[in-house]
């Protein structure tokens, strides 16, 4: 017959397909083809980016440093979004820290059993893009607000204490006043998670002594007002009563 392989008449040899055939039929053998050519591509690259990394070494980050109690550790930037998820979901920490990583992770593993259209047009596969361009939208928006919150922790975009409307003087005493007020158990709730349970500061700024500088009647305006966006307008709470029992109990703390 025409074409065929003069090589399966001959004893010991095995039946392969022409090497060149003249039509292809779109597809390669994953086995050495694809692979060969995927591994000089990575070779490639590993031997470029060595090269690259041993002529321009960078610094991991500032030295560690045993004294320095101030230092907070964040993980490197590429696991930045990650942490911030871990943040969102606060106690329920199996969803960000096993679930959604794993059900991503085995999505994409099963990809090829799940899309087995043949189109490869991203705007023929309008779910595979769409949860691909999230998953970056995604990505890139957690690490910015990782990155941004790590800034405001380590102090770098916390405000000048003078733009601030009441200066706080710092005071020695560290005592909580007047506890028994409604307004001290409203303080823990809503307001300590910024400006810290002994209002020691936090992401808000330090409120021991604010009594000293500022009375009942000049905190009610400012905690409503609040600072949007670093402070919700009253602080969060929705109750008129919490508010004004919560400035109240402010207006106590005066501190040595
Ligand atoms: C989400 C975080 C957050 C919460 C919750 C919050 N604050 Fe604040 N607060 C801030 C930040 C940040 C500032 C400083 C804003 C600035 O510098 O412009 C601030 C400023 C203040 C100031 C002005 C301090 C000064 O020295 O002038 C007062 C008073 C205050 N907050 C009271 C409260 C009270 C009362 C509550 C609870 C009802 C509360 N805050 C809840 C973040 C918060």
Known sequence: ????????????????????????????????????????????????????????????????????????????????????????????????AVLIPMVATLLLMFVPWLDTRRSRRPFRRPFATGAMVLSVFMMIWLTSEAWNQHLYEIGALQPAASSLPFATQHPASTTLMATNLPGYAIFKTTCAVCHGADLQGQIGPELRGIGNVATEAELLPVVTKGFPPMMPPAGGLTSKTELQEVVAWLAQQKQK
């Open 1 to 96: 017959m025409a074409g065929e392989d003069p090589r399966e008449k001959i004893p010991g040899v095995p039946r392969r397909r022409p090497v060149h055939k003249e039509i292809s039929d779109g597809r390669e053998p994953f086995f050495p083809n694809f692979l060969l050519k995927e591994w000089i591509v990575g070779s490639i690259f590993l031997v470029g980016f060595m090269l690259w990394i041993i002529f321009n070494p960078v610094e991991l980050g500032p030295k560690a440093d045993p004294m320095d109690s101030s230092f907070i550790p964040v993980p490197d930037w590429y696991f930045l979004f990650l942490y911030q998820l871990l943040k969102y979901f606060g106690p329920y920490l199996l969803f960000p």
